[in-house]
């Protein structure tokens, strides 16, 4: 997950970026969560490694803030032992 902080970026331009982003190769953007007012974009890549990133970013003249690795989890994924977790915190 890469999380970047332009206050002063233009939303049109962080299009234009996903648009020729969504073309690379090498990693591959899946998705991009943004709030607009406070200026913070949270994108979603499976990439090899920070470094494909970081030349990625590089290349587009794209700055960031972090690059880290993430898991992704939901309900489904942890089957039963979401229940138990559901059960233990009393929200079912």
């Given at each position: 997950m890469t999380v970047?902080?332009?206050?002063?970026?233009?939303l049109k331009v962080?299009?234009?970026?996903?648009?020729?982003?969504?073309?690379?190769?090498?990693?591959?953007w899946v998705r991009t969560y943004f709030n607009e007012k406070e200026g913070i974009r949270y994108c979603i890549w499976?990439?090899?490694d920070k470094d494909v990133l970081i030349?990625?970013?590089?290349?587009?003249?794209?700055?960031y803030e972090s690059i880290?690795?993430?898991e992704e989890t939901v309900p489904d994924l942890?089957?039963?032992?979401w229940?138990?977790?559901l059960?233990?915190?009393?929200?079912?």
């Open positions: 970047h902080k332009n206050l002063d970026m233009d962080v299009q234009s970026n996903w648009q020729k982003m969504a073309k690379v190769e090498s990693a591959t499976l990439a090899q030349k990625i970013f590089d290349g587009f003249n794209v700055s880290l690795p993430v942890w089957g039963k032992g229940e138990k977790h059960l233990e915190q009393n929200l079912l």
